[in-house]
C-alpha cells in the first residue's frame, strides 16, 4: 500500500458506496440529518491551504465552547454546518480549534454579548459541527460566516469566510471568493452546510 492509499482525499473520505449519492453530511454525528451533500474540492497532496480572509471588526476572542449556537429569541433559518480539518497532505486534525461567529438574521453581530458565536474542537476523525441559522444580510456584504481554525500546538491561526451558494450579492461583495463557497443541501427547514478546511 503507497502513502497516497493510507491517507485518503478529501474525495476518498467523504465517498459513500451507494451509487447516486454525491457525498455525505457527516454519517454518525449524533443529531445530525443523514442526507446526501456533496463534499467541497478533493484534498491532494500539497494541496494549498484554505484561503484565508479578513477578520473584520466583529470578532471576540474567549467565545463559549459549543457547537449550539442558537438561543431563545433567535430567528432564522437553521443551519447544519460541519466539515473536516486536514493538512495539506490530506491527513485528517484532531483536537483543532474553530470559532465561528456572524450576524443574525437582521444582519446584526452581538458586540455586547456572545450571541451566535461559539467555538468547538475537531474530533479524532477531524470533524467539526455547528448548529445555527442563516446570517442576515448588512451594507455591502453578502451572507458569510466568519471562522478561525488552529491546528493543536500550533501559533498560526487561519482566519477565514465561509459564503453561500447562488447569493445575488455575491457578484458584488469585493470580499467574497468562490473558492469558500459551501456546499449546501436541504433537509426540511433545515439547511445543511459544508467545507473542509485545508490547513
Not at 21 to 28: K, Q, R, W
Not at 49 to 77: C, Y
Not at 136 to 143: A, D, I, V, W
Amino acid at each position: 500500500m503507497n502513502e497516497r492509499d493510507r491517507v485518503p482525499s478529501r474525495r476518498r473520505i467523504l465517498a459513500v458506496g451507494a451509487s447516486g449519492v454525491t457525498g455525505l453530511l457527516l454519517a454518525g454525528q449524533p443529531g445530525f440529518a443523514q442526507q446526501a451533500i456533496a463534499p467541497t474540492p478533493a484534498c491532494h497532496d500539497g494541496d494549498e491551504p484554505t484561503l484565508a480572509e479578513t477578520e473584520g471588526p466583529f470578532f471576540k476572542p474567549r467565545s463559549p465552547q459549543r457547537s449550539d449556537l442558537r438561543e431563545a429569541g433567535i430567528e432564522g433559518r437553521a443551519v447544519e454546518l460541519s466539515g473536516y480539518v486536514l493538512t495539506r497532505s490530506c491527513r485528517r486534525v484532531a483536537g483543532a480549534l474553530v470559532d465561528l461567529w456572524h450576524a443574525d438574521n437582521a444582519g446584526n453581530y452581538d458586540n455586547t454579548g456572545f450571541r451566535l458565536r461559539g467555538h468547538v474542537f475537531t474530533d479524532d476523525e477531524g470533524r467539526f459541527s455547528f448548529r445555527t441559522i442563516i446570517p442576515g444580510l448588512y451594507p455591502g456584504r453578502t451572507r458569510h460566516y466568519h471562522v478561525k481554525i488552529q491546528a493543536p500546538g500550533e501559533r498560526s491561526v487561519l482566519t477565514t469566510q465561509f459564503y453561500f451558494p447562488d447569493e445575488r450579492r455575491n457578484r458584488t461583495d469585493e470580499l467574497f471568493r468562490r473558492e469558500l463557497v459551501m456546499q449546501t443541501a436541504r433537509a426540511n427547514d433545515t439547511l445543511l452546510a459544508r467545507f473542509d478546511v485545508v490547513l
